[in-house]
């Protein structure tokens, strides 16, 4: 896939030292509205972009498309089409015999079904967005440039989680290793590419985009890409357990210091269950729901609690599954008919889950104390969630106490206000390859926003370095998570 560029290395992240920084930052991101939207304009090319010349309109974000090789995206979803079946799920959707699922010769091949790689496809239709004619474009909050230099970020697509889960599929055990690792190889020709640009050299990276929905994505390369702007699930997947006191026993979790709140968007999971619309609702029987594994790692304790406390409670369902069809079917009826569905941490702070529920119209119940969301600012939670404290939560009786004390008018509110913000976590365009208009009030649209309101701070910090002396870094001195 030919997409020009401009890119290289540099190290350093953000510089965060004193608590006034979040007043600053605010302060900016309004700003950032009035001072980094002036209008230009731009002229398409016949190969990629409609012959047009378009004017910016304000309060948009300037997005280049570093040009990697087609063998990184596109390509990467092709070699899955010719794969055998996932190992790790029975009934792979995407590999059932007699099915002719696989694609013949198309340009832009469809993203695999497979939920444990589904819900991990935010760069697909990113992509597809910046791919899309940009007469077509008019709803997107993206403005396709083809000069790096007219760019407020520079969008790198490589489609890291189908990389890692694709390795992860063929041969797990050597995905932490460097030998024998596909995945390590692809990470690798991209950092190649995009450090030796003249654009990465230019910004220290600082103004690169990077897609990393799947937790364990690029995992060889992290240190590499802390200055980029990175677009995660949540932060829990840059934690690690710290092995430098206790002799390496500590259950303690320490944050990496390349994810910040200042510079890095929090992106929803795909959602993998049908939306149900208000009209469609129906009376709900179950008080609160939860399916999923009970047994996780790390972060998953509180949840083998929760369950212990909640599994033997009426009008309460906890089961065990599995994302395959079944397990989707059980999900389905499941989040459908009960009033509340559970939330707490697994393997990282949230899941798909979250955004299955709020499809279903099922009020979340969020079992954290730390938890980062999508779209913050954006959206309040608070007014279509319920939010419960770990130390509440692991009280016996009290979480089942708690939302029967919610009455009949404050559940339909909540619901109501569910509804408004569905759209808002939906990534599916509807076109085939993903190529197509966004929907203005869509995911896609709302990463894009959130962007650009890190500009305001990805721009200082690309000054900063500039006016360093040679040989000094400037340290991120605050994980500010």
């Known amino acids: 896939m030919a997409m020009k560029n401009t890119s290289s290395s540099l190290s350093s992240s953000l510089p965060c030292s004193i608590p006034s920084i979040f007043l600053t930052f605010s302060l900016l991101c309004t700003l950032s509205f009035i001072f980094f939207s002036r209008p230009t304009f731009i002229t398409g090319n016949p190969t990629s972009i409609s012959q047009i010349t378009l004017q910016n309109p304000i309060n948009s974000l300037k997005v280049y498309i570093f040009d990697l090789p087609r063998s990184l995206n596109y390509g990467l979803l092709e070699k899955y089409w010719s794969l055998p079946p996932d190992s790790r799920i029975p009934n792979d959707p995407d590999h059932e015999p007699g099915s002719n699922r696989i694609p013949g010769n198309l340009k832009y091949p469809p993203y695999p079904e497979n939920p444990l790689i589904k819900q991990y496809n935010a760069e697909y239709w990113m992509l597809g967005d910046l791919m899309t004619p940009q007469k077509l474009r008019s709803g997107s909050f993206a403005i396709r440039v083809l000069d790096s230099e007219e760019a407020d970020v520079i969008f790198v697509p490589f489609f890291a989680t189908l990389s890692a889960e694709m390795q992860l599929s063929l041969d797990r055990s050597v995905f932490k290793k460097k030998t024998g690792n596909e995945d390590y190889k692809r990470q690798r020709e991209v950092l190649n590419l995009v450090k030796s640009s003249d654009a990465w050299k230019k910004s220290g990276g600082r103004d690169h985009v990077f897609v990393l929905t799947d937790p364990v994505a690029m995992w060889h390369v992290k240190d590499e890409i802390s200055p980029a702007i990175l677009l995660v699930v949540d932060f829990g997947g840059w934690s690690r357990l710290d092995t430098k006191s206790s002799h390496g026993n500590s259950s303690e979790r ?38 999923g594994a009970k047994h996780r790692h790390g972060g998953g304790v509180v949840r083998e609690k929760l369950w212990d406390l909640l599994v033997n409670e009426p009008r309460v369902v906890m089961e065990e599954g599995f994302p395959n069809a079944t397990g989707k079917e059980q999900s389905i009826k499941g989040m459908r008919t009960s009033e509340f569905c559970l939330h707490p941490a697994g393997d990282t702070p949230t899941s798909c889950r979250l955004f299955d529920a709020i499809q279903s119209l099922c009020i979340p119940v969020i079992v954290s104390d730390t938890i980062e969301l999508p779209f913050e600012g954006l959206i309040d939670y608070s007014e279509f969630s319920v939010f419960v404290s770990v130390n509440d939560a692991l009280q016996p009786k009290w979480m089942v106490s708690h939302l029967q004390s919610i009455s009949k008018k404050q559940k339909e509110k909540l619901r109501r206000n569910i509804a408004r913000v569905q759209p808002m976590f939906v990534y599916d365009n509807g076109y085939p390859g993903g190529i197509g208009p966004v929907p ?11 962007v650009y309101q890190k500009l305001p701070m990805v721009k200082e910090a690309i000054v900063r370095d500039r006016r360093k002396p040679n040989g000094v870094s400037i340290p991120l001195r605050c994980h500010c998570t």
């Open 254 to 291: 320490i944050q990496h210091t390349q994810v910040s709140l200042l510079k890095d968007v929090i992106v929803p999971y795909t959602h993998l269950l049908p939306v149900l619309r208000l009209s469609e609702d129906q009376p709900r029987d179950i008080l609160l729901y939860f399916k």
């Open 440 to 450: 203005p009030d869509g995911a896609v649209n709302q990463i894009w926003k959130k």
